[in-house]
DNA sequence: AAAACGCGCAACCGCCTTGGT
DNA sequence: TACCAAGGCGGTTGCGCGTTT
C-alpha cells in the first residue's frame, strides 16, 4: 500500500495557475484571509489541491511580495545565511523581506550554487562530507516548534586576523541534518569570502570532532551548556591568533524567551534581532574590533 | 530556419511536525 | 497515549523561453 495522497486527485487540476485562478484565489483569501487550505479551493470553486494553492498563494499571489532582481545586497545576504542555516530556506527567506523560500532556493541553485561551490573546492580533491549533527527540523512551524528550533540554534564565535586586527566573528549556525561540504580556501578567492568559509568551514569541522560527540549520544544537553560549550570549543585560530571569549559568555543573557521566527532579544518588536552576524558583511558592526 | 541545448522558475512531491481529539 | 488531519518544509521535476549551433 502506497502511502496516500495528501489530497483527492482526482478531478483536481494541476499545472500552471490561470490568470482566472489566480484572481478566484486572489478575491477568496482577500475575503476570507488565509489558512483552512484543506477546504479553501472547494469553497472557492477551484478545482486544486488546498496545498497548491497555498502554494501559490505564497510564492506569488501575496501582496508583499517584490518580485525578480535580486539586488547584490540581497544576494550577499542570501550567500551569508547560507552559511550558516544551510538550505533552511524558510529561514533564510525570513530575512528577506517580500522574498520568498522557493525563489532564494530557486535563485541559489541556478546562480549563487554555481557561483560560489566550484570555486571552494579545488579541482582536483573531492569534496568532504560532513556527517548531520542536529536532526533537521521539518515540517509544520508552529510558535512552539520555533521556540525549541531557536533553542538549538547556537551562536559560535570564530577569531581571525584580517591585517593587524583581531575580529571575533559570530556565526548562529543551526547546522541542521543537511549535508554540508567543507572545503578549503583556493587562493585567489576573495579575502572576505574566504573568511566567511573559514568561519563555516571551522564550524563544522569542530561540531563533528568536538562537539559533535555530545550532540550523538542523543542526550539532550542543556540548551545553554550546549551553546555556551559550542562557542567556546569552536575558538579556532585563523592567522596565527586565537583567543578564547569563554568568561563574557557567561556574562550573557541565555535566557531566550522567544516566539519569533528567529532568534530574538526582545525590544520594540518582536522579531527585532540584537546582532545578526552576516547582517552587513561589510560592516564594521558585524565584528567586534580587539 | 530549425533543431539542440541550457537555464530559470513555477509547481509538485513526499516527509515531517504540530495540534486536536 | 495513540491516531489523524492539516500545515510547512526542502528537494525535485518539468515546462517555457532564450541562446547557440
Redesign the pocket.
Known sequence: MG?A??CE?IGLK????TVEEDEILNNYIKTHGE?????LPKNAGLLR????C???WI??LRSDLR??NISVEEEHLITNLHQSLG?????IAAHLPGRT???I???W???LSRKILPSRRPMNQPAKTITPII???????????TK?TNKAYRPSTVTSTVGNQKIIAQSDEPHAN?QTKVDPCVSDEDEMICFINNIMDTDMITMVEDGGSTVATGEPMSVIDEGKQAMVSEQVEVGGTSSSSADSFDNWDWDFDVDDVVLGFGGEGDDIILSWPWESITDDDNFLWV
Do not use: A, F, I, V
Not at 489541491?49 to 497548491?52: A, L, M, N, T, V
Open positions: 502511502r495522497p495528501c486527485k494541476r499545472g500552471r495557475w489558512g483552512s487550505w484543506r477546504s489541491c488546498g496545498k497548491s497555498r502554494l501559490r510564492n506569488y518580485r525578480g538550505n533552511r530556506w524558510s529561514l523560500d522557493n525563489e532556493k530557486n535563485y541553485n541556478s546562480h536532526n533537521k527540523r521539518k515540517g509544520r512551524t508552529s510558535q512552539t516548534s525549541k543537511q
